[in-house]
T-cell receptor, first 115, second 111 residues
Framework: DAGVIQSPRHEVTEMGQEVTLRCKPI?????LFWYRQTMMRGLELLIY????????DSGMPEDRFSAKMPNASFSTLKIQPSEPRDSAVYFC?????????????FGEGSRLTVL | AQSVTQLGSHVSVSEGALVLLRCNYS??????LFWYVQYPNQGLQLLLK????ATLVKGINGFEAEFMKSETSFHLTKPSAHMSDAAEYFC?????????WGAGTKLIIKP
């Protein structure tokens, strides 16, 4: 089975532009997570979904960030407008129902650079 | 509040030497504990987990960890380091259905 698939792997954009990151979770997984990783702040949970419904978005930094999960096989994380401090690696992860909270499968990440 | 502390942001060992990466946690309820590994430019991958039962758990690539309740620790070990073990390692605690992450430890292997 294919793992969690994220695109793009790398994105370089200018401040003020809209950025859309995409994620396809593992088929059959009911939970989807968006994380951000930076040197300064480490790994931060931004938002997670259960059965396509956002459950906890308390980690979303501000209104410039939004996430959607229109169906079980696709999610997006959007930043509009982007700022240099948004530069980070964004990871999507998924897990199946009935597994431990800590048993996540991560994608390879989307490295975002905002100039 | 639950927390996870990984002692040492960088650990350097010689190839063939013992690897010991430290993780201490605080939790008000019996925790589930996890170690993840992140190779350069890749996502995190589950290395091993402790949920219940035997306190010494074995993972992939020859790693193991022991849950020591009295010391609130879950240290990761490997008897003999390989160059391919160079990566960042994260300890995480699942307590009350919330996953709390440590800051990570970069493991450097000297030839």
């Amino acid at each position: 089975d294919a793992g969690v698939i994220q695109s793009p792997r790398h994105e370089v954009t200018e401040m003020g532009q809209e950025v859309t990151l995409r994620c396809k979770p593992i088929s059959g997984h009911d939970y989807l997570f968006w994380y951000r990783q930076t040197m300064m702040r480490g790994l931060e949970l931004l938002i997670y979904f259960n059965n396509n419904v956002p459950i906890d978005d308390s980690g979303m930094p501000e209104d410039r960030f939004s996430a959607k999960m229109p169906n079980a096989s696709f999610s997006t994380l959007k930043i509009q407008p982007s700022e240099p401090r948004d530069s980070a690696v964004y990871f999507c992860a998924s897990r199946g129902q009935g597994t431990n909270t800590g048993e996540l499968f991560f994608g390879e990440g989307s490295r975002l650079t905002v100039l | 509040a639950q927390s996870v502390t990984q002692l040492g942001s960088h650990v350097s060992v010689s190839e063939g030497a013992l690897v010991l990466l430290r993780c201490n946690y605080s939790s008000s309820v019996p925790p589930y504990l996890f170690w993840y590994v992140q190779y350069p430019n890749q996502g995190l991958q589950l290395l091993l987990k402790y949920t219940t039962g035997a306190t010494l758990v074995k993972g992939i690539n020859g790693f193991e960890a022991e849950f020591m309740k009295s010391e609130t620790s879950f240290h990761l070990t490997k008897p003999s380091a390989h160059m391919s073990d160079a990566a960042e390692y994260f300890c995480a605690v699942d307590s009350n259905y919330q996953l709390i992450w440590g800051a990570g430890t970069k493991l450097i292997i000297k030839p």
